[in-house]
C-alpha cells in the first residue's frame, strides 16, 4: 500500500494568506528550517494506479500537479483520473472544499459519515458534482467499507469510527452543549489492504485520547495524527486567534493530556503528525519543540512525504 502525504498543513496552510505571524514570516522568507504546507490530505492506493483521496483540501489542484501518480497516464482516455474515491473525516473548509476541484464530468465516490454527507446535501454548490456520476456513500461506524469507484475496486476499504472533536466551524450551534456537535461530526479513518490486511489510521482531527482511542491504536504499525498545535494556548498567545485549542477540537502535542504522551505506551511502530498549523513551533525545524516531538518517536509530516506499507 502507497501513502502519500499531499498536504500536511491545517486550515489556512503554510503560510496562511493573511498570517503575519514569525512562522508565516520565516516560511515565506525561505529562511532555513521552514518548509511550505498545502493543507491537509492523504492520497492512498494498494496498486499504484487507482488513488483515494482522504479528504480533499482547497489547495488540492496544485497538490495533483505535485504528485505524477494523480495525473492521468500515458494511454488513458482524453479525460481520465486515477482518482477514483474520496473519503472525508469531517465537513470542515479544509477538508471538503477541494471536492469542486473535482469537478469537470469525471466519475469518482465520496465516503463520509451520515453527518458530513448532510453538510454537503445542504450546499448546493456540491451539486456541481453530478449525482450519477459522483455517488455519496454513508460510511457506517465501525463497519469495514470496501472503496469502489467509477467502477474500480480499489483494493482497500475503510473502517470509520468517532473520534472525540467538534462540528465544523460553520456549522457551530452558540447556543448547543459543545457547539452543537454530535457523534460522527469527527471521524478517524482505518485504511485497510485487501490483499495483505495491512492497515493504518488517519486521525487529522481529534480532540482527545479517550480509552477507546488508545485501545484502537495500540499496536498499530502506523498512525497519522493531528498535529495542529503544540501548546494549548500558543494561538492566543501569538496573538492569532482566541482559542485554545481544545475550543477548536484539537488535542495538542504537548502537556499531560496531549498527543505525545497519550501515544506513549501505546507501541504505534510509525506516527506521524499532520494537519499542522502555522502557529505550531514544530515547524522550524531547529526547535526545541522539534527535537521534543521527535525524541518522543514523532515524524513531523511534510507535503510529498510517501510511506509504503
Ligand atoms: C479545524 O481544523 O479546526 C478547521 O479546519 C478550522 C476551520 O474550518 O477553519
Ligand atoms: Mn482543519
Ligand atoms: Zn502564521
Same mark, same amino acid.
Given at each position: 500500500? +502507497? ?10 496552510? @503554510?503560510? =496562511? ?8 514570516? $520565516? ?8 518548509? %511550505? +504546507?498545502?493543507?491537509? #490530505? ?18 488540492? +489542484? ?18 481520465? #483520473?486515477?482518482? &477514483? ?17 473535482? +469537478?469537470? /464530468? ?11 454527507? =448532510? /453538510? ?10 453530478? $449525482? ?33 472533536? &467538534? ?9 448547543? %452543549? ?16 485487501? &490483499?495483505?490486511?495491512?492497515?493504518? @489510521? ?9 480509552? #477507546? ?10 498512525? @497519522? ?17 482566541? &482559542? ?16 505525545? /504522551? ?18 505550531? %513551533? ?28
Amino acid at each position: 500500500m +502507497r501513502i502519500r502525504i499531499l498536504g500536511s498543513g491545517a486550515g489556512g496552510g @503554510f503560510p =496562511q494568506w493573511n498570517c503575519n505571524c514569525a512562522n508565516c514570516r $520565516a516560511v515565506r522568507a525561505r529562511a532555513p528550517g521552514f518548509t %511550505p +504546507r498545502t493543507q491537509s #490530505s492523504l492520497a492512498v492506493s494498494a496498486d499504484g494506479a487507482n488513488w483515494v483521496l482522504l479528504n480533499a483540501s482547497p489547495d488540492l +489542484r496544485e497538490q495533483i500537479a505535485a504528485a505524477p501518480a494523480l495525473a492521468p497516464a500515458e494511454g488513458d482516455p482524453v479525460r481520465a #483520473s486515477p482518482i &477514483k474515491a474520496v473519503a472525508l473525516t469531517n465537513g470542515d473548509v479544509d477538508h471538503v472544499a477541494g471536492l469542486l476541484n473535482l +469537478r469537470e /464530468a469525471q466519475p469518482f465516490s465520496v465516503y463520509a459519515a451520515d453527518r458530513v454527507l =448532510q /453538510a454537503l446535501a445542504a450546499n448546493p454548490i456540491f451539486t456541481i458534482l453530478q $449525482a450519477q456520476l459522483v455517488p455519496r456513500n454513508e460510511l457506517h461506524m465501525d463497519e469495514a467499507t470496501p472503496l469502489t469507484g467509477a467502477g474500480v475496486d480499489l483494493g482497500l476499504s475503510v473502517r470509520a469510527f468517532p473520534v472525540p472533536g &467538534k462540528i465544523a466551524l460553520y456549522l457551530e450551534d452558540q447556543n448547543a %452543549p459543545n457547539f452543537g456537535t454530535s457523534a460522527g461530526d469527527t471521524l478517524g479513518l482505518e485504511v485497510i489492504e485487501t &490483499k495483505t490486511g495491512k492497515s493504518f @489510521f488517519y486521525i487529522p482531527g481529534c480532540a482527545k485520547i479517550d480509552a #477507546s482511542l488508545a485501545n484502537r491504536l495500540r499496536g498499530a504499525a502506523l498512525v @497519522f495524527f493531528d498535529g495542529t498545535l503544540f501548546h494549548e494556548n500558543e494561538m492566543i498567545e501569538q496573538g492569532l486567534m482566541g &482559542k485554545t485549542g481544545s475550543r477548536m477540537g484539537h488535542v495538542n502535542m504537548s502537556g499531560e493530556d496531549g498527543s505525545m /504522551a497519550g501515544f506513549a505506551p501505546l507501541d504505534v511502530a510509525r506516527k506521524i503528525y499532520v494537519h499542522i498549523n502555522n502557529s505550531n %513551533p514544530v515547524l522550524d525545524a531547529n526547535s526545541t519543540q522539534r527535537a521534543a516531538v521527535q525524541a518522543a518517536g514523532w515524524e513531523v509530516g511534510a507535503d510529498g512525504m510517501e510511506v509504503t506499507l
